[in-house]
């Protein structure tokens, strides 16, 4: 099941501070906090004014750094990132952040996102002469702002990021400037906090509460901000104007529970996708109401509270295994399930039971769980999912599946609910959804991103647009 990795910049977390003397530390505890982004590998990029200096290693941010590291990385200013796990294009040299040495002035890269022109940006470069060190995608942008004729730096910065296509957050170190920038749709999240006097940069405003930093607000979509010891410029990129067009998925599956997206809590919004479900689906005869943890756990008690019928914990969870989507065969993948999730069979027992879960990707793991649960004696499994069929691939970081992998792609909901043997299965309306994550913008969808649902790509896709990579769940 391995395939060539080309683009490597899939759905990360990335985080940043200027202005703080133990920069290493809480970038540290940043990373911590956005550990459930990614988990094969991590790296801190610190300056301390007079140079760059990277720590980085592959695994947990736990197993990347210890004391000795980041007291040896001293410096007043750091980016940081922890990289998902990949199917074959691991390896130290793609861990980021990237730094670059050069005489003209280091730099670092760390990046969250997916870009849709990278292969042929990187063709381009390539045939003008530039050599590439890893297979991420990222170290594109870096060739681009060596190469761009435009000065000083800063407009050399901009130029480069204006040609990016697809979705980046995104930061830059230098020794004495840290640059972050957003795409123009704003497909990933980022948000910018204060810490006393420093400047404090997340993909989610989780990390800003494990270091007592204050949310500031979140990055807009376009936009470029420079931040040096004078203070925080802002900037836009260019001065196109384009949909505004979060991942709806970051408030289904992947952003933790106690962030907020463009001020809405993701706990919150969960709920609410969970009560819309029940709304959908009125009138349904059930005993019980339980969650997959941990991702389902919100909306199962809204669908709970909706509905009337109780929430109960059905299923349990091992922390000590990772996310499924570690295992790279499928094989294995199926091993991983069980050693992660376990029924409770006094709860489940003869019961008729609502599993909420919150998306079918290939429908392996709905198909385990719902057996798992009859294995225990469930009666009846309704299986309800917080998202609409997705149907289409995820061009921007995230998924990563082609269209043959996505069930729902090549299946009906009848033939889907028939493969993953539950008794009903129900997915979330695309309206349900928009009205669940309630965001405060006017935008068509709440300014979501809906392209794996409805295949309205917000950006223009090439035909060697390269998917993130093999998804492993
Ligand atoms: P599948 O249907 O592919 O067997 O598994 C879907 C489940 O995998 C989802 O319920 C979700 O919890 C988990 N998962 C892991 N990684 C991802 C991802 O990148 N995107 C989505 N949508 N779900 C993922
Ligand atoms: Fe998110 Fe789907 Fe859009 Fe990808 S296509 S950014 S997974 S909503
Ligand atoms: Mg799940």
């Given at each position: 099941m391995f395939t060539e990795i080309r683009g490597l910049n899939e759905e990360c977390g990335v985080f940043g501070i200027w202005g703080h003397t133990e920069s290493a530390q809480l970038s540290y505890y940043g990373l911590h906090a956005l550990q459930h982004r990614g988990q094969e590998g991590a790296g801190i990029v610190v300056t301390d004014g007079n140079s760059l200096r990277p720590v980085k290693g592959e695994g947990l941010v736990n197993d990347v750094f210890n004391e000795e590291k980041l007291r040896a990385a001293t410096g007043h200013a750091a980016i940081?990132?922890?990289?998902?796990?990949?199917?074959?294009?691991?390896?130290?040299?793609?861990?980021?952040?990237?730094?670059?040495?050069?005489?003209?002035?280091?730099?670092?890269?760390?990046?969250?996102?997916?870009?849709?022109?990278?292969?042929?940006?990187?063709?381009?470069?390539?045939?003008?002469?530039?050599?590439?060190?890893?297979?991420?995608?990222?170290?594109?942008?870096?060739?681009?702002?060596?190469?761009?004729?435009?000065?000083?730096?800063?407009?050399?910065?901009?130029?480069?990021?204006?040609?990016?296509?697809?979705?980046?957050?995104?930061?830059?170190?230098?020794?004495?400037?840290?640059?972050?920038?957003?795409?123009?749709?704003?497909?990933?999240?980022?948000?910018?906090?204060?810490?006393?006097?420093?400047?404090?940069?997340?993909?989610?405003?989780?990390?800003?509460?494990?270091?007592?930093?204050?949310?500031?607000?979140?990055?807009?979509?376009?936009?470029?901000?420079?931040?040096?010891?004078?203070?925080?410029?802002?900037?836009?990129?260019?001065?196109?104007?384009?949909?505004?067009?979060?991942?709806?998925?970051?408030?289904?599956?992947?952003?933790?529970?106690?962030?907020?997206?463009?001020?809405?809590?993701?706990?919150?919004?969960?709920?609410?996708?969970?009560?819309?479900?029940?709304?959908?689906?009125?009138?349904?005869?059930?005993?019980?109401?339980?969650?997959?943890?941990?991702?389902?756990?919100?909306?199962?008690?809204?669908?709970a509270e909706e509905s009337g019928i109780p929430y109960e914990l059905g299923l349990i969870k091992n922390r000590y295994v990772g996310r499924t989507f570690i295992q790279p065969t499928q094989e294995l993948r199926e091993r991983g399930v069980k050693m992660k999730l376990s029924p409770v069979v006094q709860v489940v027992k003869g019961k008729r039971v609502i599993m909420v879960d919150d998306s079918i990707v290939r429908g392996t793991t709905s198909k385990r769980i719902v057996r798992m649960l009859k294995e225990a004696g469930a009666a009846e499994v309704h299986v309800m999912i917080t998202s609409p069929p997705m149907t289409n691939p995820c061009f921007y970081g995230i998924d990563t599946s082609t269209s043959e992998q996505l069930i729902a792609s090549s299946h009906s909901v009848e033939e889907i609910r028939e493969a993953i043997e539950a008794d009903t299965l129900t997915f979330l309306t695309p309206e349900g959804m928009v009205r669940a994550t309630a965001r405060p913008f006017d935008d068509e969808n709440g300014g979501l991103c809906m392209a794996c649902f409805t295949g309205n790509y917000p950006t223009e896709i090439f035909s060697d647009t390269v998917l993130p990579h093999e998804k492993e769940c």
């Amino acid at each position: 099941m391995f395939t060539e990795i080309r683009g490597l910049n899939e759905e990360c977390g990335v985080f940043g501070i200027w202005g703080h003397t133990e920069s290493a530390q809480l970038s540290y505890y940043g990373l911590h906090a956005l550990q459930h982004r990614g988990q094969e590998g991590a790296g801190i990029v610190v300056t301390d004014g007079n140079s760059l200096r990277p720590v980085k290693g592959e695994g947990l941010v736990n197993d990347v750094f210890n004391e000795e590291k980041l007291r040896a990385a001293t410096g007043h200013a750091a980016i940081a990132h922890v990289r998902y796990p990949t199917a074959g294009g691991g390896g130290i040299e793609n861990v980021q952040p990237l730094l670059f040495r050069s005489s003209t002035g280091s730099l670092a890269i760390a990046h969250n996102g997916n870009l849709v022109n990278a292969n042929h940006l990187k063709q381009n470069l390539e045939r003008s002469g530039s050599i590439f060190n890893s297979t991420s995608d990222t170290e594109v942008v870096i060739h681009l702002i060596k190469k761009s004729s435009h000065s000083p730096f800063r407009a050399k910065v901009k130029n480069a990021l204006s040609l990016l296509k697809g979705a980046f957050a995104l930061m830059i170190l230098t020794k004495d400037m840290m640059i972050v920038a957003r795409d123009r749709n704003g497909l990933r999240p980022l948000s910018l906090g204060k810490l006393g006097d420093a400047w404090v940069v997340a993909s989610e405003t989780c990390a800003f509460d494990l270091i007592g930093a204050e949310y500031v607000r979140d990055v807009e979509p376009g936009e470029l901000l420079y931040i040096t010891n004078n203070g925080l410029e802002v900037d836009r990129i260019s001065d196109d104007i384009a949909p505004r067009a979060m991942c709806a998925m970051e408030y289904v599956y992947f952003a933790r529970p106690d962030s907020n997206i463009d001020t809405v809590n993701v706990h919150m919004a969960r709920k609410r996708m969970g009560r819309e479900l029940a709304r959908e689906v009125a009138g349904i005869e059930a005993d019980v109401v339980t969650g997959v943890p941990d991702s389902s756990l919100s909306s199962a008690i809204g669908f709970a509270e909706e509905s009337g019928i109780p929430y109960e914990l059905g299923l349990i969870k091992n922390r000590y295994v990772g996310r499924t989507f570690i295992q790279p065969t499928q094989e294995l993948r199926e091993r991983g399930v069980k050693m992660k999730l376990s029924p409770v069979v006094q709860v489940v027992k003869g019961k008729r039971v609502i599993m909420v879960d919150d998306s079918i990707v290939r429908g392996t793991t709905s198909k385990r769980i719902v057996r798992m649960l009859k294995e225990a004696g469930a009666a009846e499994v309704h299986v309800m999912i917080t998202s609409p069929p997705m149907t289409n691939p995820c061009f921007y970081g995230i998924d990563t599946s082609t269209s043959e992998q996505l069930i729902a792609s090549s299946h009906s909901v009848e033939e889907i609910r028939e493969a993953i043997e539950a008794d009903t299965l129900t997915f979330l309306t695309p309206e349900g959804m928009v009205r669940a994550t309630a965001r405060p913008f006017d935008d068509e969808n709440g300014g979501l991103c809906m392209a794996c649902f409805t295949g309205n790509y917000p950006t223009e896709i090439f035909s060697d647009t390269v998917l993130p990579h093999e998804k492993e769940c």
